[in-house]
């Protein structure tokens, strides 16, 4: 079965410091890779996305990813974290399958920045 | 503004009771979806309407049910709440070949 895996459910880190958040998924065929951000009482905004092309990404508010496709990864960057960068962080994968697409998430992670 | 807008925002119920969540987006996207998010286990999937006039389960589906009204509305009905719903339940939807979802704004629900 398809899966996604996000190794920390949570992160603490002091503002200026960089982040890596990593995910990998579980699915042989063509992907389009996503990070969502979940702010504290919002609901998930679309972060940045892959599809094709240029496997570094650049998102919003400074953030990146890079899609590796022989370590089944999509790894989520900042250089340098912000207070306001306190969110949670969803890894999604949309796969073609029988009837369409389907997207999983993985269980998030939770980055905590302090000022 | 364009979006997905979700109601009620909050609602408690009695074990036993019903209650329909209600979904509706202006971006005349094709695709619509309910999920569950639940501490540590993140968005578990419920129920999906792929156009308007299917639907399909996802994930997680006993307990509900789901009405495509139109291409806008999308429901979610629970027909006998339990404990085990207690969740925050998000309708999304998604443009064919854009991918990537717009999420409402959530319903906290709490079954007592």
């Known amino acids: 079965a398809q899966s996604v895996s996000q190794h920390n459910h949570h992160v603490i880190l002091s503002e200026a410091a960089s982040l890596e958040l990593g995910c990998n998924y579980s699915y042989g065929g063509t992907v389009n890779l996503f990070w969502y951000v979940q702010y504290p009482g919002q609901h998930l905004q679309l972060l940045l996305k892959?599809?094709?092309?240029?496997?570094l990404v650049k998102g919003i508010k400074g953030f990146e990813a890079e899609f590796i496709k022989s370590k089944f990864s999509f790894n989520l960057r900042k250089p340098s974290v912000q207070w306001s960068d306190t969110a949670e962080y969803f890894c999604a994968v949309r796969s073609a399958w029988t009837g369409g697409f389907k997207t999983i998430f993985g269980a998030g992670t939770r980055l905590f920045v302090k000022a | 503004n364009a979006g997905v807008t979700q109601t009620p925002k909050f609602q408690v119920l009695k074990t036993g009771q019903s209650m329909t969540l209600q979904c509706a987006q202006d971006?005349?996207?094709?695709?619509m979806y309910w999920y569950r998010q639940d501490p540590g286990m993140g968005l578990r999937l419920i129920y999906y309407?792929?156009?308007?006039?299917?639907?399909d389960k996802g994930e997680v589906p006993n307990g509900y049910n789901v009405s495509r009204l139109n291409k806008r509305e999308f429901s979610l009905r629970l027909e006998s709440a339990a404990p085990s719903q207690t969740s925050v339940y998000f309708c999304a939807s998604s443009a064919p070949t854009a991918g990537s979802y717009t999420f409402g704004s959530g319903t906290r629900l709490t079954v007592v």
């Open positions: 971006m005349n996207h094709n695709s």
């Open positions: 309407s792929a156009s308007e006039g299917t639907t």
């Open positions: 892959y599809f094709s092309g240029d496997p």
